[in-house]
């Protein structure tokens, strides 16, 4: 059995820091390189759904991102493998959800990038965790606590307000970081809450954890 699976969207980034370019590999990347980083032992099963590119602008002076991409230039259905934790990103992009279904094991959660709303909102009823960023809320907040299975954890620049199903709410202050580069901070986010979560079984204390990790990550980049 695998610790984490990662499905979705795998893509070759094109990053602009002014007129600095870069590249690397996204998406799914960015989660599988974070899981890693924090914890080398975890054993993580890829199956890119879409393979894409992506055209990235940074602007670290007012600490914001943009992107335009191409995300679905190939696409496969994925293999199923047993794993603890079920990782799909992003919900909204997938050329087609139906393999979800065939993830009977674990827990399943989901991320949602900027643009296109979710059409099918009943996938959300397979999804114990949906990772949602405040800029991309598409529908009302607590139709999409109903729908998921245990809560939605909705970040900001500032922290994060998690809403349980059973009506519970947890909700984490950050300070602000001024001239950084924000780009995987919602990424980072989710694979720190599912490393801290696979090992303590609290949402509170996994959502805090993972916030004083990224604070510290991007602190670190800033000096």
Not at 10 to 16: A, E, G, H, K, P
Request: with cysteine; proline share 1%; aromatic share 8%.
């Amino acid at each position: 059995m695998y610790d984490v699976s990662i499905y979705g969207h795998l893509t070759f980034d094109r990053i602009f820091d002014g007129f600095k370019k870069d590249t690397c590999v996204g998406s799914m990347g960015n989660v599988w390189s974070t899981l890693l980083n924090v914890n080398p032992n975890l054993k993580i099963d890829l199956q890119p759904t879409d393979i894409g590119e992506a055209l990235i602008l940074v602007d670290k002076l007012k600490s914001e991102r943009t992107s335009i991409a191409c995300l679905n230039m190939k696409t496969s259905k994925p293999q199923i493998h047993k794993s603890k934790w079920n990782h799909i990103l992003y919900l909204n992009k997938i050329t087609d959800l139906s393999f979800i279904e065939d993830i009977n094991e674990g827990i399943i959660s989901a991320d949602i990038c900027r643009g296109d709303s979710l059409k099918d909102l009943n996938v959300l009823k397979k999804i114990n965790f949906l990772f949602l960023a405040d800029e991309d809320i598409f529908i009302n907040i607590e139709k999409i606590v109903k729908l998921v299975k245990d809560g939605l954890i909705l970040h900001s620049s500032n922290g994060s307000v998690c809403y349980m199903k059973d009506g519970s709410k947890f909700k984490t202050n950050v300070k602000v970081l001024d001239n950084i580069n924000v780009l995987g901070c919602g990424d980072m986010l989710a694979s720190f809450f599912i490393n801290e979560y696979l090992k303590t079984n609290d949402v509170e204390t996994s959502i805090k954890k993972s916030h004083k990790l990224i604070s510290n990550i991007l602190k670190d980049y800033n000096e």
